[in-house]
């Protein structure tokens, strides 16, 4: 761990150095490590993120709000929306476009009474850090590594991506070398694993927990120099392994970082695709989403966990969304999870062979008219058709609606019945999937996530049992 201060007097300093004492101006140009900014907005988060990461992928460099970026003169920022900055709300939303994570740090400096944002972003361990998503708004597509040129922020080229990937190939080769040269003086039974990530160190189904909160501040030197560096936490290990048992304590096992972020887009992805190779690790990051209607028993079924495994670990996250954990929790743990179904339908015996939209309205309203109900009803009365013919074997419905009018196809599919669902498990996925790529209006957003939990539950919910919600 470095003891680089990006936020010194010598380097605050050498950034703030004036033309001349009476001018405002400063003699720094924007280069490969400062770019200039009249102001912070978190509404340009990502764009700041696509500027880190250039950095990052550089020698990292500094983003300073505060300056006019066109003749570089320190004004000072507008309002105080850099110091009422949430670290972790940015932490979270670099992370979601950009992996593996960057690495900063922000400070608010005081000159002249005027006050300056900035943001450092250091040089990545692991690079090439690469965008995760698309965001139309910073103008960047998922795949995009980006590099600084100069002032400026540009994809990539061939030569720095080269050497890049080949340093991280002899890097890893030295590592490997190193490491190995030790193992090989080590007899098999003497030896620990220690995995930083996990926060464990194990024997093989024994194992020692380190709290997370010293992990990152762990330096290993050299036997026989304990007393390099006076105060640097150290590890010591002297001993033997102890059981520990329920009531001394509980393991928490930790989730190991994926190569890519795991967000929404991603979780119902591979629940769709019913395909999934860090299920441990997804369901760990459920709550960190927005919402807690998520499919979690299909991750749960996967990754072998216990309930309250996960619940253990989800307990654990000092950073996680109060409000979603809260409500996750209570899913994994009360038997109301398997009430999901959208409002109610009415079963109906029609004979419903649909060619097109304009015969499914025309049903809806004779059915209305029937059953003498308001306009009001529409909602139930599609759903209730879309239900009451799939059931008959008339899915062609589902084909003629899923694009014009998905919200009955959704709502109709959340009251299918387990057996049902079971048997025809690829189909409705394969539907669901054609919906959330129609960029619902949010109005149906939690209408749809809530018709995917419900066909979660009826799948993989280790209890349920059939229950009428008619």
């Known amino acids: 761990m470095s003891d680089f201060n990006p936020f ?31 102001n912070f907005n978190f509404g340009s988060i990502t764009d700041y993120g696509k500027i880190g990461a250039s950095f990052a992928n550089r020698k990292g460099g ?35 476009y950009f992996q593996p994570s960057i690495k900063w740090d922000s400070y608010v400096y005081n000159l002249e009474g005027k006050k300056a944002g900035i943001i450092y972003f250091f040089e990545s361990k692991d690079k090439p850090i690469i965008s995760t998503k698309n965001d139309s708004r910073a103008n960047f597509s998922e ?36 490491f190995l040269s030790q193992v090989i003086q080590i007899k098999p039974e003497k030896a620990l694993i220690l995995d930083l990530d996990r926060g464990i160190i194990s024997e093989g189904d024994q194992k020692i927990i380190i709290d997370e909160s010293i992990i990152d501040k762990f330096k290993f030197i050299k036997e026989g120099e304990f007393n390099e ?4 936490p150290t590890l010591k290990l002297v001993g033997t392994i102890s059981n520990i048992s329920a009531e001394s304590g509980k393991i928490i096992e930790k989730p190991v970082p994926t190569p890519y972020a795991i967000t929404a887009d991603r979780i119902f992805e591979a629940f769709f695709t019913q395909s999934c190779d860090h ?97 009001r009803s529409n909602a139930m009365v599609e759903r209730s058709i879309v239900y009451s013919a799939v059931i008959s074997g008339h899915t062609d419905i589902i084909t003629n609606l899923i694009e014009t009018n998905p919200r009955p196809v959704f709502e109709a599919i959340s009251h299918l019945p387990s057996n ?18 129609l ?32």
Not at 443 to 469: M, Q
């Open 279 to 375: 299920p441990f690790e997804f369901i760990s990051s459920f709550c960190h989403e927005s919402s807690p209607n998520l499919p979690m028993w299909f991750f749960l079924s996967k990754s072998g966990k216990s309930i309250h495994q996960v619940e253990d670990i989800w307990s654990s996250f000092k950073d996680a969304k109060k409000y979603v954990r809260r409500h996750l929790i209570k899913r994994l743990t009360d038997d109301n999870d398997r009430f999901y179904a959208i409002a109610k339908i009415h079963p109906l015996e029609e004979d419903f062979s649909l060619t097109d939209i304009g015969i499914f309205n025309e049903y809806v309203e004779s059915i209305k008219n029937r059953l003498k109900l308001t306009k």
């Open 143 to 178: 795949g995009s590594i980006f590099y600084r040129y100069g002032g400026q922020v540009n994809n990539i080229r061939f030569p720095e991506l080269n050497t890049i990937i080949h340093s991280k190939i002899e890097n890893e080769r030295i590592s490997w070398q190193r």
């Open 420 to 437: 049902y669902i079971s048997e025809n498990k690829d189909w409705i996925l394969k539907s669901l999937k054609t919906i959330y790529s």
């Open 8 to 38: 010194d007097e010598k380097h605050l300093g050498w950034i703030f150095e004036k033309v001349d004492s009476n001018s405002i101006n400063l003699i720094r140009r924007e280069s490969t490590t400062l770019e200039f900014k009249q």
């Open 439 to 470: 960029n619902l209006d949010n109005s149906y957003k939690t209408g749809f996530r809530k018709a995917v939990c419900s066909v979660d539950i009826k799948l993989y919910h280790p209890n349920y049992g059939e229950i009428s919600l008619i």
């Open 229 to 232: 560096k006076s105060g640097a």
């Open 62 to 96: 500094y983003l300073v709000f505060g300056i006019n970026d066109k003749n570089r003169a320190f004004e000072g920022m507008k309002d105080d929306q850099f110091e009422r900055l949430d670290v972790a709300k940015i932490g979270s939303k670099f992370d979601e």
